[in-house]
């Protein structure tokens, strides 16, 4: 689980810096261009444009900021619910191997560790998800 999801976040990040440098590189031409072809305007357009991705940078960047408020929300329920089941199964688990039923306690035991099983998987679909939110902004910016 946890390689699978190194090996996501990875190959989203590495996408990411790729088609960042293409972007720069196209926008630096783009830019040099349209300078050179208009010698006074060209140079006035191409500071304006420059503002205007300035601008789309840190509306993208905030859209980073509730993109990971979004996904903290959407996990926060399932997480919790786990979270509350894992730890009341290890508690019962603990009481009942105070007793003289200790099958009952390995078998509570094995349910709380399935339940923190559960709460890593929902984990780590939080973090390739989060990834997958800030890949699509990227691409869109």
Known sequence: ??????????????????SGSADAAAVKAAKSVIS?????????????????????????????????IAVCTMCAAPFGLLLAKMLLLKAAAAVSGMGSCSAYSRLLSC???????????????????????????????
């Open 111 to 141: 349910a709380g560790n399935t339940m923190g099983m559960l709460l890593g998987l929902v984990g780590s679909y939080g973090v390739m998800l989060f990834y997958s939110f800030m890949s699509g902004i990227r691409m869109t910016g």
């Open 1 to 18: 689980m946890t390689l699978f999801t190194g090996g996501f976040c990875t190959y989203i990040g590495l996408s990411g810096v790729i």
């Open 36 to 68: 050179t072809l208009l010698p006074v305007v060209g140079g006035i357009l191409s500071d304006s444009a420059a503002t205007m991705l300035e601008a789309a940078s840190v509306i993208k960047n905030t859209a980073g900021v509730f993109c990971l």
